[in-house]
C-alpha cells in the first residue's frame, strides 16, 4: 500500500469547533475559546475566581442560545452562590434552571463513591444535552476518600470524563483548589490545563493566567493578567505575544510636520511617517506643548489620539489654548481622541491593549502617549519594559500610526547620561529639550540625538514658548553653522500637509 493509498483510505477528519468563553481576552489566548468536547482542568488558590469565570462561561452559553451544567462537590449551597453571583453583570436569575443548571452531587460521591457519580454524570449529560459542563471541587472529594486505591480510582475517573466528553461534545472544565506536580497523571488525560494565580509582588496584589495546556491548536503561551470587576473576569493577553502575531509595517518615505516649522527643518523635513519618536526632558521643558503642536495637525482624515497620565482633558484644553492650538474644538469635531489614565493601580497590557484598540477604532494617524514613565508603576517585573514597549510600537506602525512618546529625565541641562536602555531598539527618532544656563539667564533648548535613516540639524537650537507656540530663536552665527553642518536644513523638506498632502 502506497501513502497515496493510506492517505485516501483514511475518513474525513472533522474540523476542531471551539466554544466562546464569554471571559474577555480568554478566547484569543486560547486561540478562539475551549475546544469543544474537550475536558479542561481548572487549577488556582481560594480567591483566584474560578467559580466567578465557570459561572460566567455558563451563562455565556446561556447567551448563545445553549445548556450548561454546574455540578459541585464542595460544601457551598447554590443559595450562598447566587448571592455572590448577583451582583455581576454576567448573572441572570432567568436563565436557571432551563439554560443553566445547577446541582450538588457530594453526597452521591460519599454514600457511593465515584463510580455512581460516572453514572450520574453520564446520564445528566444525555438528558440535557449541555454544551458546556462545569465540576467545582472534585479534586478535593478525591482526598476525602478513604481508599488506598483512590488515586489510581480517581485517574480512571478523569480519564472516562475525558471520554464523556468526546463522546456526548460536551466541555468539560474541572475546577480545583489544589496544586499539584506538572507531570501528575491526570494532566495527561485531559486536553486542556489553565492555572489561576493569585498572589502578593513588592505589596501590590497580583492576578495573572497561564495556559499549559491547550489541544487542537495555537494559545498564546506565558503569564497574562487578569481582573475581576463588576462584569466578572476579564483577561488581557500579554501584548508581547499578541504582536508577535502583527504583520511588520511597510517603510514610508512620506513626513509628518510637527506643527512647528523650524522643528521640521531641523529634523530634515518632518518625523518620518509610521516612526516611533520619543521627546525627552526635564518638567518644563516644553515636551507637552509639542506634542499639543504636533496633534493640532491632525484632522477627520488623518485623526489624532492622545494617551496621557498626569494632565486631565481640561488642563490639556487650556495648555493647548495657551499655544494658540484648539485642542477642544478638535476633540469636539472628531479629529483628536483624549484618553486620560490616573497612574495609579493599573495593569499595563490593560493600558496597552486600550492605546491599540482606539488606534484601530478611529485609525488614528498621529498618536501621543505623554509620559512613557508611567509604564513602570503597574510593571510588576520591571525588565519586561523593553519587551512591552517595542511590541507596543510595532503594533502602532503596523496600524500606520506615527507616534510620539514623552519621557520625564530628571537633568535639567543635557543629560550626560539618557538612562533609556528600555527604548533602545525600540524608538526611531530621538528630540531632547533641555534648559542651558548663560550667566543668569535659563533658556530653553532642543537637541536632535538621532532620526532612523535620515539626515537631521546636529546644531542645538534655542527656543522659546509663545502664544503662538514653540518659536526658534536660534542667533545668526548658530544659524550659519547649522546650515554648514547638514544638509537636512537647506533641501526643502516634503511635509504631510494636515489634509495628507504634500506641501513644500
Same mark, same amino acid.
Given at each position: 500500500m502506497t501513502e497515496t493509498d493510506t492517505a485516501d483510505s483514511l475518513p474525513e477528519i472533522p474540523p476542531v469547533t471551539r466554544i466562546e468563553t464569554g471571559v474577555e481576552g480568554l478566547d484569543t489566548i486560547l486561540g478562539g475559546g475551549l475546544v469543544r468536547g474537550s475536558a479542561y482542568i481548572m487549577q488556582g488558590p481560594p480567591g483566584a475566581g474560578k467559580t466567578i469565570m465557570a459561572n460566567q462561561m455558563c451563562f455565556a452559553r446561556a447567551r448563545h442560545g445553549e445548556g450548561a451544567m454546574f455540578m459541585t462537590l464542595l460544601a457551598e449551597s447554590y443559595t450562598r452562590m447566587f448571592s455572590n453571583m448577583r451582583d455581576f453583570a454576567f448573572f441572570d436569575p432567568s436563565r436557571i434552571p432551563e439554560s443553566v443548571y445547577y446541582s450538588s452531587v457530594y453526597a452521591t460521591v460519599r454514600d457511593e463513591g465515584l463510580d455512581a457519580l460516572v453514572r450520574l454524570i453520564f446520564r445528566e449529560l444525555r438528558r440535557r444535552k449541555p454544551t458546556l459542563l462545569v465540576l467545582d471541587g472534585l479534586f478535593a472529594a478525591r482526598d476525602s476518600i478513604e481508599n488506598p486505591s483512590a488515586s489510581n480510582e480517581f485517574r480512571l475517573f478523569v480519564h472516562e470524563l475525558a471520554q464523556q466528553a468526546a463522546l456526548t461534545d460536551t466541555t468539560i472544565v474541572i475546577l480545583t483548589n489544589q496544586s499539584r506536580e506538572p507531570s501528575s497523571p491526570e494532566y495527561t488525560m485531559v486536553d486542556g490545563w489553565?492555572?489561576?494565580?493569585?498572589e502578593i509582588v513588592s505589596e501590590r496584589a497580583l492576578r495573572s493566567l497561564i495556559v499549559h495546556k491547550q489541544r487542537g491548536?495555537?494559545?498564546?503561551?506565558?503569564?497574562?493578567?487578569?481582573?475581576?470587576?463588576?462584569?466578572?473576569? $476579564?483577561?488581557?493577553?500579554?501584548? /508581547?505575544?499578541l504582536a508577535s502575531r502583527t504583520p511588520m509595517a511597510g517603510a514610508s518615505v512620506e513626513r509628518f510636520s510637527t506643527g512647528i516649522e523650524s522643528m521640521d527643518q531641523m529634523l530634515g523635513g518632518g518625523i518620518p511617517e509610521h516612526s516611533s519618536t520619543v521627546v525627552l526632558g526635564p518638567t518644563g521643558s516644553g515636551k507637552t506643548t509639542?506634542?499639543?503642536?504636533?496633534?493640532? /495637525?491632525?484632522?477627520?482624515?488623518?485623526?489624532?489620539?492622545?494617551?496621557?497620565?498626569?494632565? #486631565?482633558?481640561?488642563?490639556?484644553?487650556? =495648555?493647548?489654548?495657551?499655544?494658540?492650538?484648539?485642542?477642544?474644538?478638535?476633540v469636539e469635531s472628531g479629529a483628536v481622541e483624549i484618553m486620560w489614565q490616573p497612574p495609579l493601580e493599573n495593569l499595563i497590557d490593560d493600558l496597552g491593549q486600550r492605546i491599540v484598540a482606539a488606534v484601530q477604532r478611529r485609525k488614528a494617524r498621529r498618536v501621543v502617549i505623554d509620559g512613557i514613565n508611567a509604564f513602570r508603576r503597574p510593571l510588576t517585573y520591571p525588565g519586561r519594559l523593553h519587551s512591552f514597549l517595542r511590541a507596543l510600537n510595532d503594533v502602532l506602525k503596523a496600524e500606520r500610526a506615527t507616534t510620539l512618546f514623552t519621557r520625564e529625565v530628571p537633568q535639567l541641562f543635557f543629560p550626560e547620561a539618557l538612562a533609556v536602555e528600555e527604548l533602545s531598539g525600540t524608538i526611531d527618532n530621538t528630540i531632547i529639550m533641555h534648559y542651558s544656563l $548663560?550667566?543668569?539667564?535659563?533658556?530653553?533648548?532642543?537637541?536632535?540625538? =538621532?532620526?532612523?535613516?535620515?539626515?537631521?540639524?546636529?546644531?542645538?537650537?534655542e527656543f522659546e514658548v509663545t502664544?503662538?507656540?514653540?518659536?526658534?530663536?536660534?542667533? /545668526?552665527? /548658530?544659524? #550659519?553653522?547649522?546650515? #554648514?553642518? #547638514?544638509?537636512a536644513t537647506i533641501a526643502s523638506p516634503t511635509v504631510l500637509s494636515p489634509g495628507g498632502g504634500r506641501i513644500r
Open positions: 489553565i492555572e489561576l494565580q493569585d491548536g495555537p494559545m498564546l503561551r506565558g503569564r497574562h493578567e487578569y481582573r475581576i470587576d463588576d462584569n466578572g473576569v $476579564e483577561v488581557f493577553p500579554r501584548l /508581547e505575544a509639542m506634542c499639543m503642536q504636533f496633534l493640532g /495637525e491632525a484632522t477627520l482624515d488623518a485623526p489624532g489620539l492622545l494617551f496621557g497620565f498626569y494632565e #486631565t482633558p481640561d488642563r490639556l484644553y487650556r =495648555k493647548a489654548a495657551s499655544v494658540g492650538v484648539d485642542l477642544e474644538g478638535l $548663560e550667566g543668569n539667564v535659563v533658556r530653553r533648548r532642543t537637541s536632535i540625538l =538621532k532620526v532612523r535613516d535620515s539626515d537631521f540639524d546636529h546644531v542645538s537650537q502664544g503662538g507656540g514653540i518659536v526658534f530663536r536660534l542667533p /545668526e552665527g /548658530e544659524r #550659519t553653522l547649522a546650515k #554648514t553642518t #547638514t544638509s
